[in-house]
């Protein structure tokens, strides 16, 4: 682990899963977008559809705010809804008085692209693949005054322990965990949300991910009221739509959790599955990054470019690893899905391997 002060980009932070699926994506299997390929489910669409009704009416917020503020047992105050969990990155670098910016990765890049686009400048603190990319709070410059890390982290599909995140807490700090994938974990292990008692957490959550709602843009902040109203003050006017709201409401109800935690098993299985099958590919030369608890996997393996090429003319769309800080071109991640598109999906990988050996 180590600390990056050169302020230099040599990634592109603005590539994400979904310029993997773009123009001819159709017609390829999408392991390269980390939103579960079966969502959002019936009875969530008709929730959305039938908010519809009341298009005319500018978005109140009230009834969604206080669902997310009761799911997680925290006063209504402690709320912000966003246009997705990504909106909440570019707020943060607009509303707080910034000196020492510091971003954990391999990680999600928009808070560092958001940050950047603010005038902040950014150091990055690299994980490292033989520490398991595990985090180290004393890796962490002790004059950082926001430090923003993943968990489980995109693309590593880490898991931090709680406890640890907590330590790099202090006070004068702003630290962002950005939580988009928790609720895939079952039981929400390692969980910070509804936590009032670490100073100057910021929660950051997504509904896009589980719940198969990436265009209609529906996310949350927690944090201390002070924030939020900060926050508030940078945000426009009527920032998610009627719909999103009728969504963050449905998607807080018991029936709806517990459909999420249902999935969260899901996924793990349908995660070890592909794990399985990929170690298969060991003396390739491929290794996994273990343990995984996201619904993503991270993969380093030799030649990944021609891999990724090979693997799109046979069908299937894999998300590169070298936009992330911390990472190279011999890294790709795999989004986790059902069984029969995994086994498609090894089959493929299988000759594309074999192809890209010749």
């Known amino acids: 682990m180590r600390t990056d002060r050169t302020h230099s980009e040599g990634h592109d932070l603005r590539h994400h899963g979904d310029a993997e699926v773009r123009d001819d994506g159709a017609r390829l299997t999408d392991l390269a977008v980390n939103v579960r390929a079966d969502t959002p489910p019936a009875w969530l669409r008709e929730r959305i559809a039938g908010s519809l009704a009341g298009l005319a009416a500018y978005p109140d917020g009230r009834q969604a705010r206080a669902a997310v503020a009761a799911r997680h047992g925290v006063p209504v105050e402690r709320v912000l809804l966003t246009a997705g969990a990504a909106e909440a990155f570019v707020l943060l670098a607009r509303a707080l008085t910034i000196r020492h910016a510091?971003?954990?990765?391999?990680?999600?890049?928009?808070?560092?692209?958001?940050?950047?686009?603010?005038?902040?400048?950014?150091?990055?603190?690299?994980?490292?693949?033989?520490?398991?990319?595990?985090?180290?709070?004393?890796?962490?410059?002790?004059?950082?005054?926001?430090?923003?890390?993943?968990?489980?982290?995109?693309?590593?599909?880490?898991?931090?322990?709680?406890?640890?995140?907590?330590?790099?807490?202090?006070?004068?700090?702003?630290?962002?965990?950005?939580?988009?994938?928790?609720?895939?974990?079952?039981?929400?292990?390692?969980?910070?949300?509804?936590?009032?008692?670490?100073?100057?957490?910021?929660?950051?959550?997504?509904?896009?991910?589980?719940?198969?709602?990436?265009?209609?843009?529906?996310?949350?902040?927690?944090?201390?009221?002070?924030?939020?109203?900060?926050?508030?003050?940078?945000?426009?006017?009527?920032?998610?739509?009627?719909?999103?709201?009728?969504?963050?409401?449905?998607c807080m109800e018991p029936r709806a959790l517990a459909e999420a935690a249902h999935a969260a098993h899901r996924v793990g299985t349908d995660r070890a599955h592909l794990v399985a099958g990929l170690r298969e590919f060991a003396p390739d030369g491929l290794r996994v990054v273990e343990p995984a608890e996201g619904p993503f996997v991270l993969v380093r393996l030799p030649k990944a470019t021609e891999v990724r090429r090979h693997l799109r003319d046979l069908g299937f769309a894999v998300r590169r690893g070298d936009t992330f800080p911390g990472l190279g071109e011999e890294w790709l991640r795999l989004a986790v899905r059902d069984r029969a598109t995994v086994n498609s999906f090894l089959q493929a990988l299988d000759q594309a391997v074999t192809l890209a050996q010749r």
Do not use: C, M
Request: hydrophobic share 50%; aromatic share 4%; no cysteine.
């Open 102 to 250: 510091v971003v954990v990765h391999p990680q999600f890049t928009e808070p560092e692209a958001a940050l950047r686009d603010a005038g902040h400048s950014v150091d990055r603190v690299l994980l490292r693949e033989e520490d398991g990319f595990r985090l180290d709070p004393a890796a962490v410059p002790e004059d950082a005054d926001l430090v923003v890390v993943g968990n489980p982290t995109n693309p590593t599909s880490v898991l931090h322990p709680a406890a640890t995140i907590a330590e790099l807490a202090r006070p004068g700090r702003t630290l962002v965990v950005d939580e988009a994938f928790l609720d895939a974990v079952p039981g929400e292990r390692q969980a910070l949300a509804g936590r009032t008692d670490v100073p100057g957490l910021v929660v950051l959550r997504s509904l896009t991910k589980t719940w198969g709602l990436a265009g209609l843009r529906i996310g949350y902040a927690l944090a201390a009221p002070e924030t939020i109203a900060d926050l508030v003050r940078a945000q426009p006017l009527w920032p998610v739509s009627t719909p999103a709201l009728a969504a963050a409401v449905a």
